[in-house]
């Protein structure tokens, strides 16, 4: 205590809890280093009333309080916005949450959202459960024939999901056809249909979202963008401004918030991102090409890969692929020995999501494959490859192999 009434006389003496609180703190004015500062805040404070009067957090010019904005969430929106090549962005808890903002922020009862049939799961739940009771209806459409989307788009369509390549089955569609007709739909429209692409296999990496024809781009950051696998975020980002205020008013409303140490693991991650992403595209594509080589396998699915959905189609609109491809193992094998092939794995996890340090294989039931034609004896399973050497990761699989044909 005498220490703290030292160092200056002319205040008067504060008690240690106080003092703790009230600590002189000078920020680093002429501190520049290759991390930027992580900011924690709920309340910001204002130094008058004037202050708090004229400052409004839209533009995020000011800053007002904490779930509207810190200066480490405003520096993780900023490049995020760069990496997709949009101008704005908003944060969201988890790429789930994402998605559902963009939903509740342009759907209301009566709307219809057209969703392709091989999305990311949780996508349609969403849809099918808390949209369908607030009377939205969602419909489902092929994303690879753009007549299919073209059939489907109504008057009441007000929102359509793209996503390439498809979850799971990795087909990738023609996204400039298929943009271009909700562009066309749009004519004459005093409510115009928003197309919304869930870019986290892409990750702003392999493609840019807005080149390719959507308005919004939405990424789940818990992927390439923070490459950990320690950390549950996501992103919508907009070239329009007024698509963006649209979303951060309903992203205000909805309370949606990220952490600051959250940001800070994202933040950490983006100067790594073009490497990590290619790399890991590297070391998957071997490990797919080795794979469709592999007795008891009857397909391997994968962009890059001729016989896989819409390889065409990739070829000329990505430069690089996610690290993710599918087997499809032979329609003579036991369901038991699949299980046991996937169990026999060490290297690669048994696991949800991608694009961390660790491989990860998951199996999906035939039953999930539900709506999508799907030909097959067995459900897909599903490789994430890690960062781990390609020929360890090929030796686990060959290892794996040997148990599944018994
Ligand atoms: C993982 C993922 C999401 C959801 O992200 P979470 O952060 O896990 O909620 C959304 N879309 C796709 C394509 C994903 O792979």
Redesign the pocket.
């Known amino acids: 205590m005498s220490d703290l009434q030292a160092t200056d006389t002319q205040a008067p003496a504060l008690s240690q809890p106080t003092a703790l609180i009230h600590h002189a703190y000078r920020p680093p004015a002429d501190f520049a280093a290759p991390a930027p500062g992580v900011h924690k805040a709920s309340t910001v404070f204002f130094p008058n009333v004037a202050a708090l009067r004229s400052r409004d957090w839209k533009d995020k010019s000011a800053y007002t309080y904490g779930l509207h904005g810190t200066p480490t969430t405003f520096t993780l929106e900023e490049r995020i916005a760069t990496l997709e090549g949009g101008a704005h962005c908003v944060l969201a808890p988890?790429?789930?949450a994402a998605?559902a903002l963009v939903d509740m922020a342009f759907l209301r009862a009566g709307d219809e959202l057209l969703i392709p049939h091989n999305a990311?799961g949780p996508n349609k739940s969403f849809a099918a459960v808390e949209l369908a009771g607030w009377g939205i209806q969602a419909r489902y459409y092929d994303p690879m024939d753009p007549a299919d989307l073209a059939a489907r788009l109504s008057a009441q369509t007000r929102l359509v999901w793209l996503?390439a390549a498809g979850?799971v089955t990795l087909e990738f569609p023609d996204l400039p056809a298929l943009t271009s007709l909700v562009r066309a739909a749009n004519q004459g429209r005093t409510r115009p249909i928003v197309s919304v692409l869930?870019n986290?296999?892409g990750a702003g990496v392999a493609f840019c979202g807005f080149e390719l024809g959507a308005d919004i781009v939405m990424q789940?950051l818990?992927?390439y963008p923070s490459g950990g696998g320690d950390v549950?975020?996501?992103s919508v980002v907009t070239r329009d401004p007024a698509l963006h205020r649209e979303l951060l008013l309903t992203h205000m409303r909805l309370g949606l918030g990220v952490g600051a140490n959250d940001a800070e693991l994202v933040l950490r991650g983006l100067p790594s991102i073009a490497l990590r992403y290619a790399a890991q595209d590297a070391a998957a594509r071997e490990l797919a090409g080795w794979m469709q080589s592999q007795p008891g396998v009857k397909q391997v699915l994968h962009p890059a890969l001729p016989g896989s959905a819409g390889h065409e189609t990739w070829r000329r609109d990505a430069s690089g692929a996610a690290s993710l491809f599918t087997v499809v193992f032979d329609d003579s094998l036991s369901p038991e020995r699949v299980v046991a092939f996937c169990d026999a794995l060490k290297l690669f996890r048994l696991g949800y999501?991608w694009a961390g340090p660790v491989s990860l294989c998951m199996p999906y039931e035939r039953a999930d494959m539900r709506g999508r034609d799907w030909q097959h004896a067995h459900g897909p399973v599903r490789f994430a490859v890690g960062l781990e050497a390609v020929a360890d990761l090929r030796a686990d699989l060959a290892q794996a192999l040997e148990v599944l044909r018994g």
């Open positions: 988890s790429g789930l998605i990311y996503e979850s869930d986290t296999w789940a818990t992927k549950l975020m996501g999501s």
